[in-house]
């Protein structure tokens, strides 16, 4: 993995000051943000991808899921955080999260000016790599219920046969950091095992959070089954607006990678650590 630092981050009622170069525009950071830890699996294909750039990440845990929230909900809290990673003189942001993005990210272009990257499941991609012509998504209900995903269904599955399963629980097993306990195995197979019995041949992991649990899952379906998420093709979208804008920073650069929680667990950052791979300080917003 490329040299990384990792900077503790302590916020006051002032605010915090990043010891970056302000009047470098391409130094500034990127932000990226979900209802909690499940967007590092993006964060980390965008670190992968642009490893010089300095990264925020904030897990919005005290309020995950965001799969029973109202739109309304949803949008206050994407605010909430987007204005506090202006504030830290983010450059762009990624909504690291299905659901938010579904709910709020229209009305978030219109506010802010910043580029805004967001998910959506990879139905498209499904499609096209299924066998058999059958594909099996598992997400939260927020996004299956969502305007949004009914769009893509419209677009994309036409040609196929589309089997949907909202995972409730799934969430939070990832939060806990239960990536491989008995009880998030048999939630999972729980889940899979409509999918496999309609024969589906490629699921597609509609939320952040899935991706963490991904060889967990490929243990319950097989093989043979095609998981598909969306982590890498969002770091190349996001790469292309950097692009596009003049932002990307310089290739010489050594990124800082600083994590916010307000996860009222104590075993916060010990999750955070071992879903991003290495030790790391994590701060409170």
């Excluded at 209900?141 to 009914?150: D, I, K, V």
Aim: with cysteine.
């Amino acid at each position: 993995m490329p040299q990384t630092v990792y900077n503790i981050a302590i916020v006051t009622d002032a605010g915090l000051v990043m010891n970056a170069h302000p009047n470098v525009t391409n130094a500034r950071p990127i932000a990226v943000f979900d209802s909690g830890v499940g967007g590092i699996s993006v964060l980390k294909h965008i670190h992968s991808l642009l490893p010089n750039e300095h990264l925020l990440y904030v897990a919005d845990s005290i309020h995950a899921p965001y799969g029973n929230k109202s739109a309304a909900e949803i949008q206050a809290r994407c605010f909430a955080i987007t204005d506090f990673l202006i504030a830290k003189d983010a450059k762009a942001l990624v909504v690291a999260c299905n659901t938010a993005t579904a709910a709020a990210i229209d009305q978030m272009r219109a506010k802010y000016s910043l580029p805004i990257i967001g998910m959506e499941p990879a139905v498209k991609p499904a499609a096209e790599a299924s066998r058999t012509g059958i594909i099996g998504v598992l997400a939260t209900t927020g996004t299956l219920q969502s305007a949004q995903f009914a769009a893509l269904l419209e677009s994309y599955g036409r040609n196929v046969e589309v089997v949907t399963q909202a995972c409730v629980g799934l969430v939070e097993c990832v939060e806990r950091g239960e990536l491989r306990d008995d009880s998030t195995k048999a939630l999972l197979r729980k889940y899979c095992q409509p999918l496999l019995d309609e024969g589906a041949d490629t699921i597609v992991l509609g939320c952040t959070h899935y991706p963490l649990l991904k060889s967990l899952i490929q243990e319950v379906v097989g093989a043979d089954v095609v998981l598909i998420d969306t982590g890498a093709a969002v770091a190349s979208q996001l790469k292309s607006r950097l692009l596009e804008h003049g932002l990307l920073a310089a290739s010489n650069q050594i990124a800082n990678v600083n994590f916010w929680t307000n996860s009222v667990s104590d075993n916060a950052e010990n999750v955070i650590a071992q879903l991003w791979g290495e030790p790391v300080k994590v701060s409170h917003f």
